[in-house]
């Protein structure tokens, strides 16, 4: 009897929602664990050059967590592409303006930097506040532990 890999395609991707709460979460671990549910890791039928992950919806990122002095101390650089036109700017900061892209950040990092990390990347919607509009897709709540 032969044992054969089962190789999933694109047309056998439901993927689900869920919902993670990042309220008091460090921004590492919800970070592994989201970029981990968007992957498809989690599904005994991982493949992975193709999208087996599902969609994860993150509220109160706003009020996640970093530990240490990296409040002040992890910087977030940009670009312009002009000489001299290194931009920087603090967790702290970050966290007053965008709240989400401190999330949004750190996940796309563990995700692979080809075409398919840039889709994956696309079913990771991150909320500040408590509310978000997906109720309609019924997702799940998942924990961090």
């Known amino acids: 009897m032969k044992k054969y890999t089962v ?8 993927g689900k929602w869920y919902v993670i709460n990042a309220e008091d979460a ?17 599904n005994p039928a991982f493949t992975p050059h193709v999208d087996t992950g599902d969609w994860v919806v993150v509220i109160n990122a706003e009020k996640v967590a970093l530990t240490g002095r990296k409040w002040d101390q992890k910087l977030y650089h940009r670009h312009s592409g002009y000489i001299g036109g290194l931009t920087s700017i603090s967790a702290k900061n970050l966290k007053e303006k965008r709240p989400e892209d401190l999330v949004r950040f750190a996940v796309k990092g563990m995700l692979p930097k080809n075409r398919l990390g840039r889709k994956l990347f696309k079913k990771l919607k991150v909320y500040a506040g408590n509310a978000h509009p997906h109720e309609a897709q019924q997702p799940e709540t998942l924990t961090l532990s």
């Open 26 to 42: 460090i921004l590492g671990r919800l970070a592994t664990k989201v970029a981990s549910h968007l992957r498809g890791k989690h």
């Open 7 to 14: 190789s999933a395609k694109n047309s056998d991707n439901q």
